[in-house]
């Protein structure tokens, strides 16, 4: 029988399925539930050392035997600090130390609780990794996850880059001693493949996982520019041609497609879950798809990370491939290419990789056509519309730069080309800033597409002495926090317009004048037509402004009026192949 603390036993459950084999333990009463876990367990030897100080370097001896990662499990208080010396030999030796300590409820430090003192980060910079554990009460919730999850990077990074210590902080209400639960759970391992350019390794690994699906799905976040320089076109449609390609403006690959809208119509219909997911690049905008692809439960989620960083964004992977993207592409296209392993099926197969990648592009199809046709009224979305089509016409290069918020979310509306955004953290601040910087150092023109809110905040970018004439700002001037009426629920608080979307009457007008930027503006469909050829002129001396006035619940109406007619629309043959 196991301890009836679920962080306990969710960290047990991935030590065994990581490969820890070996346990040095320490005496104390907190870290009893732990103790008991490890001495339950017959695939892990455990080592009793009443010294913390002396069981430290008795596990790093043990590891650095097996070149395998060694757990020391000390109790609560000084006991910690006691492995720090063995940990800092661990760190420079890179020996994959894994040190647990049991800890008091965080509600009791600083109270003069007995062994009570700050533990989570307490080896500081002496250890790879160091998570602090939830006490999750059920399973299936977002805190379960989230325990797993740490545990997985952990438990990674012993072994990761070199190897090295990691610190596992356990929290643990009382009562203690409840040894009543039957079996450990079945929990979630996340593997890693290293850093690597190896096709052979990649393929071993990846691409068995990968033609072996019946419903093979390609995500693709936020990337460089330089993406499209290396992936060739002839590969990428390779891959497309074999498996659902999802990907937004903010990728640097052909074509983006128009994902968001088709989940739309798609709903919660099961033909289009897919049943493996490979994920690369960064942040996606669509919240919609992030919803669709947590509820794919039974879904195998693989990610390629250059920089190795674990996000479980769908909350479901068990892949790590520390590798270029472009290079996992290219490896995926040749063996495409090649027909190694590769059973594209035939369309009558109603679930196989043909059928479910033509449902999904009848709906992908659908969807840009409803694009392409919908016509909105005089709105913010009219304005990016008339934008990208002028942006299209006039021939000429063009970094294009989207702001957060609505901005981003219209130019995965209308944009057909690279989109540039500070989607990392996803903040309002600075993207006017950034758009100003790729200018002073652009050989051709900078545009900003970017919303009031954002424009004001960022201001003082413009009170720059080397602003250039390459610089152009389309300005969506709606007079608050646009994206704040399409919160479902918002509309109820008094609070909404005035406090949370912060509503002005505000112009940039006289911060254009000031900052010797040429100023125009548009109330209408006409006069936003007429000025559009004005913003995009071939040569100007100072940067250009166009402020599009709009109304805020015209925008918010226009934007829905859009997704709720495809909500009902069945696929169908449609024009774009």
Request: hydrophobic share 45%; proline share 6%; charged share 15%.
């Amino acid at each position: 029988m196991y301890s009836n603390k679920n962080n306990v036993n969710i960290l047990t459950a991935l030590l065994l399925q990581h490969g820890v084999s070996h346990a040095v333990v320490c005496p104390g009463s907190r870290n009893a539930p732990i103790v008991h876990n490890l001495d339950t367990c017959p695939q892990i030897t455990c080592h009793p050392v009443t010294d913390e100080r002396s069981a430290g370097f008795v596990a790093l001896g043990m590891a650095q035997q097996l070149q395998a990662p060694v757990a020391v499990c000390v109790t609560s208080g000084s006991a910690l600090l006691n492995v720090s010396p063995a940990v800092a030999e661990a760190f420079y030796q890179h020996v994959p130390l894994v040190v647990i300590s049991a800890d008091r409820p965080p509600m009791w430090i600083d109270q003069l609780d007995g062994q009570t003192i700050w533990q989570a980060g307490a080896l500081g910079q002496l250890v790879k990794k160091a998570v602090n554990l939830p006490e999750p009460a059920r399973a299936a919730t977002d805190e379960w996850w989230h325990c797993n999850r740490l545990v997985n990077e952990a438990l990674l990074a012993a072994t990761a880059d070199g190897m090295g210590p990691v610190h596992i902080n356990v929290p643990i209400h009382e009562p203690l001693f409840d040894f009543t639960t039957d079996s450990l759970p079945s929990e979630r391992v996340i593997r890693a493949i290293p850093m690597t350019t190896d096709a052979e390794l990649i393929g071993h690994e990846l691409l068995p996982r990968f033609f072996a699906a019946r419903r093979p799905m390609i995500v693709v976040g936020q990337t460089k520019a330089a993406l499209s320089s290396v992936v060739q076109e002839p590969w990428f449609n390779c891959i497309s041609h074999y498996a659902v390609v999802l990907h937004e403006a903010l990728a640097d690959l052909p074509c983006p497609n128009h994902f968001d809208e088709a989940l739309v119509s798609i709903g919660d219909a099961p033909d289009y879950r897919p049943d493996f997911v490979l994920v690369l690049g960064g942040t996606l905008v669509s919240k919609r798809l992030k919803q669709f692809l947590r509820s794919c439960s039974h879904a195998t989620i693989a990610a390629v990370s250059e920089s190795g960083q674990l996000a479980d964004t769908f909350t479901h992977l068990s892949l790590l491939v520390r590798a270029r993207p472009a290079d996992v592409l290219q490896f995926i296209a040749q063996a495409i290419a090649q027909g190694d392993n590769c059973h594209a099926g035939s369309s009558q197969d109603i679930d196989g990789p043909a059928s479910f990648r033509r449902r999904w592009h009848l709906r992908l199809n659908q969807a840009a056509d409803h694009a392409a046709r919908f016509s909105p009224p005089y709105s913010q979305m009219a304005a990016v519309r008339c934008f990208e089509q002028s942006l299209a016409a006039s021939g000429r290069t063009w970094s294009v730069h989207y702001a957060n918020s609505s901005a981003v979310r219209l130019a995965n509306i209308y944009a057909d080309h690279y989109v540039s955004c500070n989607r990392g953290v996803n903040g309002i601040e600075g993207s006017l800033s950034a758009a100003v910087g790729s200018s002073l150092v652009a050989p051709y023109g900078v545009v900003c597409v970017i919303g009031d809110l954002s424009f004001f905040y960022d201001q003082n970018s413009l009170w720059n002495q080397q602003l250039r004439g390459n610089l152009r700002i389309l300005l969506l001037n709606n007079g608050g926090g646009g994206i704040f009426r399409q919160l479902k629920g918002l509309e109820k608080s008094a609070a909404r317009d005035v406090l949370v979307a912060a509503a002005h009457h505000t112009s940039a007008e006289g911060i254009c004048r000031q900052n010797d930027v040429v100023y125009l503006s548009a109330h209408t469909q006409q006069q936003l037509q007429a000025a559009m050829p004005q913003l995009l002129i071939d040569d100007s001396p100072r940067p250009v402004l166009l402020e599009v006035f709009t109304d805020a619940d015209t925008d918010a109406l226009t934007l829905s009026t859009y997704l709720d007619s495809l909500s009902h629309q069945e696929p169908s043959v449609v024009s774009k192949q």
